[in-house]
């Protein structure tokens, strides 16, 4: 990089420091006499880099909370992480008829059948708070919702109890009130649900929600080379990431449960009730 013609004057042992070290001199200061550039100017600058001179804006209170609770999901929590690749194109079919019947979401069948698969793993249904653990009969699943803020969790409250129609009217419901701001009905959540494929994503890890057990990141549906009756073939596919907390949840019980997530989604037909 050539040195600038608007910089100062400088010494020939600071010109050749600044060819080898390709900083432009208009952001150097001389600290020799009348303000000359020297060796010692051009050592400071690399040893420092010049700061971008960007817009600055303070944290909002939401992005605060989010910053301190998901430092302390990561610092305090043992993450692991199972990632499952499904042959989707059952839950295709099974998305486009319940469409038809009523409003959904292919989110919505993802969350009952997750719903459903936490109701018989008792794992999947704990919080850990102050070093209890604490089961709730209940599979609880919290919705993560974005905002232009951030992201904020709204709760599905015994989401495993509802039917389809009925949990996507109640999501619906609470995604309303969470960009809204309003306050949710009080409901402690064990399993979480993130959804990016809208955006494309075709798989991503998620961040624990604490003091939640587990989160559930879905990928975007997408066409795929599948094999069907032993012959490849293009389908669908969706691409699953669990992500555990390893003091409530070991890797056998994990995989047991996409297992079982897995088995719902494969069949959603037998198992979702409308």
């Known amino acids: 990089m050539s040195t600038s013609?608007?910089?100062?004057?400088?010494?020939?042992?600071a010109r050749r420091a600044l060819r080898a070290a390709g900083i432009d001199a208009v952001t150097l200061r001389g600290s020799g006499p009348?303000?000359?550039?020297?060796?010692?100017?051009?050592?400071?600058?690399?040893?420092?880099?010049?700061?971008?001179?960007?817009?600055?804006?303070?944290?909002?209170?939401?992005?605060?909370?989010?910053?301190?609770?998901?430092?302390?999901?990561?610092?305090?929590?043992?993450?692991?992480?199972?990632?499952?690749t499904i042959d989707a194109g059952a839950l295709a079919e099974f998305y486009i008829t319940c469409k038809a019947l009523f409003p959904c979401s292919l989110n919505d069948i993802i969350v009952q059948a997750s719903a459903m698969a936490a109701s018989e793993f008792a794992d999947f249904r704990c919080r850990l708070e102050d070093d209890v653990l604490v089961e709730l009969p209940d599979a609880n699943i919290g919705l993560a919702v974005g905002l232009d803020e951030g992201v904020v969790v709204a709760p599905i409250a015994k989401a495993d109890q509802l039917g389809l129609r009925a949990l996507a009217l109640e999501t619906r419901r609470v995604v309303a009130l969470a960009r809204e701001r309003r306050p949710q009905t009080a409901c402690p959540t064990v399993f979480s649900v993130s959804n990016l494929g809208m955006f494309g994503a075709d798989e991503f890890s998620a961040i624990i929600n604490p003091p939640e057990a587990a989160i559930l990141a879905v990928g975007a549906l997408?066409?795929?080379?599948?094999?069907q009756s032993g012959k490849l073939a293009v389908g669908k596919a969706l691409t699953l990431t669990l992500s555990c907390d390893h003091r409530i949840i070991d890797g056998k019980g994990a995989a047991q449960f996409l297992a079982r997530l897995q088995a719902i989604l494969l069949r959603p037909a037998e198992f979702i009730r409308h």
């Open 222 to 227: 997408r066409d795929a080379a599948v094999v």
């Open 5 to 13: 013609t608007m910089a100062g004057p400088m010494t020939p042992r």
């Open 34 to 84: 009348n303000g000359r550039i020297v060796a010692a100017d051009v050592a400071a600058a690399v040893k420092t880099p010049a700061r971008t001179h960007g817009r600055t804006r303070p944290l909002s209170a939401m992005r605060r909370t989010i910053a301190r609770r998901l430092l302390q999901s990561k610092q305090t929590i043992p993450h692991f992480y199972i990632r499952q």
